[in-house]
């Protein structure tokens, strides 16, 4: 589905974060990208959306070459970006967050998108009228995945999804991921919380400066000692 080729981002020309990084998705999988801060995780996601362009190499989306388009084009195709921080419109009502974002696959089809967003996520149904920005932080990371759902996407980008909640709370958000996507939405999740990444991706991609040190099948890489103890912490799973 997804297929990152050799590419190579910088920032203002000047700084090179991603070098020669390649990766692929394919359709129906959770595949984690996982490393420290400032490795290049978040420069990923923002690359395959259009906000960054690479320099160098191909992404392609089913296919097709996709860098270099404009971030409303490559939403168009069907991939949806959950930045990291949530990124909601404050002032909006969580309704008014969710159509917003609906615009582009067709107002047409707003009502039944927007029930199935309801029905993944009853809070935002209860909360509907309310302003999102009075939200808590785990309802609003609810309400930007729910917004990114919005678009039917194929293929969604989640950025650090657990920053900032409460291990119980981080416990249903990533059981609600598995949900999704076994009804058929397809991940890319960068998240630095190791093991719950891996414990609910398919594959799993481990980067270090910008560079991909180590790919193989999630269960494996938890068995690995190696990535235990350096981004496990050292305990057994």
Do not use: W
Not at 58 to 67: R, V
Not at 163 to 189: C, H, Q, R, W, Y
């Amino acid at each position: 589905m997804l297929n990152i080729n050799s590419i190579c981002v910088s920032y203002e020309g000047l700084k090179t974060v991603l070098h020669d990084f390649s990766l692929e998705v394919n359709q129906g999988e959770i595949v984690a990208v996982i490393g420290s801060n400032g490795v290049g995780k978040s420069t990923l996601l923002r690359t395959v959306s259009g906000i960054l362009f690479p320099y160098k190499g191909k992404i392609l989306f089913k296919n097709k070459e996709i860098q270099g388009l404009a971030p409303h084009e490559i939403v168009k195709r069907g991939i949806a970006h959950v930045p990291e921080g949530r990124q909601i419109f404050p002032g909006l009502t969580v309704r008014e967050n969710l159509i917003v974002a609906a615009t582009t696959a067709g107002k047409e089809k707003i009502p039944e998108v927007l029930d199935r967003v309801f029905s993944l996520f009853p809070r935002l149904k209860e909360r509907g009228k309310q302003a999102g920005g009075t939200l808590s932080g785990g309802e609003q990371q609810m309400l930007a995945i729910g917004r990114a759902l919005m678009i039917n996407p194929a293929l969604v980008l989640l950025d650090e999804p657990s920053m900032g909640l409460a291990p119980l709370l981080v416990d249903s958000l990533f059981d609600l991921i598995e949900k999704i996507n076994k009804s058929g939405t397809t991940f890319l999740l960068v998240e630095q919380n190791a093991k719950m990444a891996l414990e609910i991706a398919d594959m799993g991609f481990i980067i270090e400066t910008g560079r991909v040190v180590i790919k193989d099948r999630a269960d494996v890489l938890l068995r690995s000692d190696d990535v235990r103890r350096i981004y496990l912490g050292g305990k057994e799973v």
